[in-house]
């Protein structure tokens, strides 16, 4: 199995700041990733696809990037609606990463 | 908007089958692929099975041989079938649509609903 790391696993930030998730793959995965966000008692979302396409209807402060085995995935000007748990997932044998827990500060 | 909505028991003894269901509201079933995906508490989601709406499935291996994912377009629901639970099944269990574009993606989800394994 393809093994995604993601780093960290949990981060404090305040609004308006900018944060930055990583997600690490075992082997390379071309750009099959994909990154979630998971906000408590609701059901998970889709953000960005193929490592840096964002969903229709998520805003552009979300961004990500990255090929081969290390993946980013950048909050700019974090909105207090942004503090959840995202997670990444590889799409060539379908495994996710463990989640990063974003708190307010 | 097309909504996904779990349901089944939240306690299943150990050894015994479980049954959920997923009921797709605000559209068809039909022309999509379906997906199980699960939880268990403080771990990785865990990718289970899809299924198109013509009935071709495709598991993950580690769980192949106590899974079965079917589909039912008339009632616009398919459902998740698993046997010989243990502990290490307890989970929160969602379904999701599988859709692709230049990669394949979980573009809708469930709630998830929290099952537990216990006698």
């Known amino acids: 199995d393809i093994q995604m790391t993601q780093s960290p696993s949990s981060l404090s930030a305040s609004v308006g700041d900018t944060v930055t998730i990583t997600c690490r793959a075992s082997?390379?995965?071309?750009?099959?990733l994909n990154w979630y966000q998971q906000r408590p008692g609701e059901a998970p979302r889709l953000l960005i696809y193929a490592a840096s396409t964002l969903q229709s209807g998520v805003p552009a402060r979300f961004s990500g990037s990255g090929s081969g085995t290390d993946f980013t995935l950048t909050i700019s000007s974090l909105q207090p609606e942004d503090f959840a748990t995202y997670f990444c997932?590889?799409?060539?044998?379908?495994?996710f990463g463990q989640g990063t827990k974003v708190e307010i500060k | 908007q097309v909504q996904l909505q779990e349901s089944g028991p939240g306690l299943v003894k150990p050894w015994e089958p479980l049954s959920l269901t997923c009921t797709v509201s605000g559209g068809s079933i039909s022309g999509s692929y379906w997906s199980w995906i699960r939880q268990p508490p403080g771990k990785a989601l865990e990718w289970i099975g899809y299924?198109?709406?013509?009935?071709?499935?495709n598991y993950n291996p580690s769980l192949k041989s106590r899974v079965t994912i079917s589909i039912d377009t008339s009632k616009n629901q398919f459902s998740l079938k698993m046997t010989s639970l243990t502990a290490a099944d307890t989970a929160v269990y969602y379904c999701a649509r599988y859709s692709s574009s230049s990669v394949w993606y979980f573009d809708l989800w469930g709630r998830g609903t929290l099952v537990t394994v216990s006698s």
């Open positions: 997932q590889q799409t060539y044998s379908t495994t």
């Open positions: 299924i198109y709406y013509s009935g071709s499935t």
């Open positions: 082997q390379s995965i071309s750009n099959y």
